[in-house]
Each structure stands twice: as C-alpha cells, then as structure tokens.
C-alpha cells in the first residue's frame, strides 16, 4: 500500500527567507506524485504535479526516487504563499486515486 | 462558478440520523471521487466512480455509506445512522479521465452531535 509523510505540521518563516516543505512517500512502483495547496477559505488546488517539471508561483519539487522524496521548495517566500500543503501520491495500479499526507501549514509572517 | 460544486456545505445532524450530500462535477468529467477530511489529517480516499460505474470503495467505507453517480454526471454520498465519529469535510473531485487534474469542490463539513 502507498504511503505520504509529511513531518511538519507548521513552518514558520519571515518573508524573503526560504522554504523547504518535506514529502517522503513508500510505493512499490512507479508513483506521480503533485503538491496541492489550500489558501485560506478557499478549495483544495494543484500547485504542481512532478511529470510537469515546472515551477508555479515560484515553487519547485524534485522526485528523488533513490530518497522516496518529493520536496517543495521556493527560495524567497511570500505573505501570500501562507497556506497548507499536501503531498499527494497517484498510484496507476491503484485506481488513479491521490494518497495524501498529512499536510504542513506555512506561515510567513513579514 | 464553473468548478466542482457541492451541497450543502454545512450539515449538523443528530447521532443516528441519515444524511446524503451532492457533488456535481464539472460538465463532461468522467472521473468524480469521494474523499473524507478530519480535522488535522490529509483528505483519505473513499469512492471513485468513472460515468456511472464505481470501480473502487475503500476500507473506510463501512456498510452505512452509499454513493451513487446514476446518470454518469452528479454523484450523491448518503451516509445511514450517523455516528460521532463521521464528523468530518467531505470532498469532492472530479477530472476529465485518469491522466488529468483532480479538481476538488469546497466540501461538506457535517457535524455529528
């Protein structure tokens, strides 16, 4: 069965600094793996899937197969870019359906 | 609104009560699925259905739940003898086929007191 952590409930960090978000999945295949965010009040939103290879709102996240990890950085955070995150893992053998971890809130305060 | 629609939004009802929520998809997705959110926890997997058919039912989905999609376009999840522990946001996400984004609707937070 497939499997996404995510160690921190919160990270608090100023504005300007960077942001490391940590994603560690188990499956035994060959996963798609996406980070969904949730700004406040507002509905569950892709921010960006891995076969992408491309950065959104100045995010980026490398699947390091060898790690099982699927990391979301962004080097110069924004007040905006306040919101949760959830590393979704999509299993092809397992019906399309999105595994999520347990999400982390971030918090940039000015 | 274009997107993932869901009602209603907010539901109390009383232990052992039945309750049913709506999901209407956006128009011509085939996929539509079922997830269940509890406080401090990641949305967990509950049904998909692709048109009419429900290929999949987790675990989580003990005999009280039922979800139907009858006409391959919205879907109804109906829970029996609501207890407690069924508190939660049900969501809702639905995507053109199985390669493709999952868009989710705002959710139907239903409290069980």
């Known amino acids: 069965a497939q499997r996404v952590t995510q160690p921190e409930k919160l990270l608090s960090v100023f504005k300007g600094a960077p942001v490391e978000l940590k994603c560690n999945y188990s499956y035994s295949g060959s996963p798609e793996l996406f980070w969904y965010v949730q700004y406040s009040r507002q509905r569950l939103q892709l921010l960006l899937r891995?076969?992408s290879r491309e950065s959104i709102k100045g995010f980026t996240a490398d699947l390091n197969k060898g790690e099982t990890s699927f990391h979301l950085k962004k080097p110069f955070a924004q007040e905006e870019d306040s919101a949760m995150y959830y590393c979704a893992l999509q299993a092809w053998a397992a019906g399309n359906k999105l595994t999520f971890g347990g999400g982390t809130r971030v918090l940039v305060k000015p | 609104d274009t997107g993932v629609s869901q009602d209603p939004r907010h539901k109390i009802t009383k232990r052992g009560q039945n309750v049913t929520f709506r999901c209407d998809p956006i128009?011509?997705?085939?996929?539509l699925y079922w997830y269940r959110q509890t406080l401090g926890q990641g949305p967990e997997f509950l049904t998909y259905f692709q048109n009419e058919a429900q290929l999949e039912k987790s675990r989580l989905l003990s005999d009280r739940f039922s979800a139907e999609r009858p006409k391959g376009s919205f879907s109804t999840l109906e829970i029996q003898r609501t207890e407690q522990g069924d508190s939660a946001m049900y969501l809702c996400?639905?995507?053109?086929?199985?390669?493709?984004?999952?868009?989710f609707g705002q959710g139907t937070r239903l409290t069980v007191v």
């Open positions: 891995h076969i």
């Open positions: 996400a639905s995507s053109l086929d199985r390669d493709t984004e999952a868009f």
């Open positions: 128009s011509e997705h085939n996929r």
